[in-house]
């Protein structure tokens, strides 16, 4: 399968400060990204649909002046939540796969954002 | 907007017994799918389905598309204590993204 990875794989922060968190595909190219946000015990949320070359798309109620994405090249996609707060604090998974991995999405390992 | 509804929520069994789980939503799917996630960890494929009645094994796991394209599950054979994770599904809509189940919770007793 497409493997992905993501970097960093935890990061803490103040409050107010800016983190970015990068998502690439390592053998294969991805027009399309994912970017999930996970909160303890729950399931998984798509948060915005990252597209090689264009604005992403964002789900309804994810501020996209909050949360910056940007998917300068095929294989790699970077998320920047800007002046963080503690309630920003959870676990952000990109995934990705062949076909603009709108068949099988193969996910990254996460990063877990603590926010003081 | 389109939900799924996975079941059971957890489920504590022990050594060489079988499980299964399933997924039901209101909405047909085009694809399902099948994650295992571990704690700290992405959740990793585990089996794809993508034609409606498709049954689909992975070693000890089977998972079928349901007829109706409403509904899939799971099947984990003669269970280790290394199957203990978190099982997603997640179905796969026309606008192509995934929309994802609760999670079922499995814990193996050695």
């Known amino acids: 399968g497409a493997v992905v990875s993501q970097h960093p794989s935890w990061v803490i922060c103040k409050s107010g400060t800016s983190v970015k968190i990068e998502c690439r595909s390592l053998?294969?190219?991805?027009?399309?990204m994912f970017w999930y946000r996970q909160f303890p015990k729950q399931s998984l949320m798509l948060m915005a649909t990252?597209?090689?070359?264009?604005?992403?798309?964002?789900e309804q109620g994810v501020e996209k002046d909050k949360f910056l994405i940007n998917h300068a090249s095929l294989t790699l996609s970077t998320l920047t939540v800007t002046s963080a707060h503690p309630e920003d604090s959870s676990f952000y998974i990109c995934s990705s796969g062949l076909a603009g991995g709108y068949n099988e999405q193969f996910f990254g390992p996460g990063t877990r954002l603590t926010v003081l | 907007g389109q939900q799924l509804n996975q079941s059971p929520q957890s489920m504590f069994i022990q050594e060489g017994e079988d499980v299964s789980m399933n997924c039901t939503s209101s909405?047909?799917?085009?694809?399902w799918l099948w994650y295992k996630q571990e704690p700290g960890e992405g959740p990793v494929l585990l089996i794809a389905l993508y034609k409606a009645g498709e049954l689909t094994s992975n070693g000890r796991l089977t998972a079928q598309f349901g007829i109706t394209r409403k509904d899939s599950f799971l099947n984990i054979s003669a269970s280790i204590p290394s199957d203990v994770g978190i099982y997603f599904c997640a179905g796969r809509s026309n606008t192509g993204k995934l929309i994802f189940g609760q999670g079922t919770t499995l814990q193996v007793k050695p």
């Open positions: 990252s597209n090689e070359g264009s604005k992403a798309t964002y």
């Open positions: 053998d294969f190219q991805a027009t399309t």
């Open positions: 909405s047909i799917f085009n694809t």
